[in-house]
C-alpha cells in the first residue's frame, strides 16, 4: 500500500511542478512587458519634452539686397544715397554682426555704366571707412544691357523661420494618461524667439571673441616688465569708492 500511495501522490506532485513553473513564466513574462513600458518613454522623453526638437528653429541665409540708381553723368553717390547706404550697413552690423561679406555689384555693358562704376568705388571707400575690412568686401560687375540698370549692393543675412504652431490639437488632455507633453507643448515659445531675435546666427552658435583693448594690455605688460603686481590696487579702489 505504501508503494502504490507513492505512486498515486507522484503525478500530482508533477501537475503541482509544472502550475508553479507556468505560473513563474507568465508572471517573468507580464513584469519584463512592464519593464519594457516602463523605460521606453524614459529613453524618448527628453526628445518628447524639449521643445528645441518638437519644434525646431530653422535658420536660413537669404541676400539683403539695395539698389541705388546711378544716373549717367553723375559723379558718385548723392548725398540721399550716402544715407541709405550707411542704413544698410547699419541694419547689417547690428542684425547680422558682419557674418557675411558685402558684393558690390556695377552693371556692365550700360549706358550709366562709367558712373556706376564711380559709385561703386565711393560705396566701397564709405565701407572701409564703416570700419569693414578689404577682405569682407567685393567688387564685381553683372551684365544689364544697354539701358540704365541699378548699383546692387548686398550681403548674406541670417533668417529664423519660426515653427507653424496652433494646428495640432489631435489629443485629449483630459484622457492622457501617459502624462507625456501635448503636440503643441513649447511650439509658441519657439516661435516668439524665431520673430524676437535680434541676430539669427546666434541660434548657430556663439559669437566668436572681439579684438582686446590695446591700452589695456599696454598698460599690464609694462606691470609685468617692472614686476609690479596685476592686480588692481586695494587702496585706490577704496579712496574711490569713499569719493564716490
Known sequence: MQIENTILREPRKTRFGFIQILALAILSAGMAGCEHDRVGPQVAGWQLIDPEQRHPILVSQRPAVLNLHVASGSDGLTPSQRGRLMDFIDHSRAGDSGNSRFVISAPAGSANEG???????????????????????????????????????????????????????????????????????????????????????????????????????????GKYVKGKPLGADAEATTLTKIIN
Open 115 to 221: 558712373a556706376a562704376m564711380g559709385a561703386a568705388e565711393d560705396a566701397r571707400r564709405l565701407m572701409l571707412a564703416s570700419g569693414y575690412s578689404e577682405s569682407s568686401i567685393a567688387t564685381e560687375a553683372y551684365h544689364a544691357g544697354s539701358r540704365n540698370a541699378p548699383l546692387r549692393i548686398s550681403y548674406m543675412r541670417y533668417v529664423a523661420e519660426p515653427p507653424d504652431c496652433g494646428h495640432d490639437w489631435s489629443e485629449n488632455l483630459a484622457r492622457a494618461y501617459q502624462n507625456t507633453p501635448y503636440p503643441d507643448f513649447g511650439c509658441s515659445n519657439q516661435h516668439n524667439l524665431a520673430v524676437m531675435v535680434s541676430n539669427p546666427a546666434d541660434l548657430l552658435g556663439p559669437r566668436t571673441m572681439t579684438a582686446r583693448d590695446a591700452n589695456r594690455r599696454d598698460d599690464m605688460y
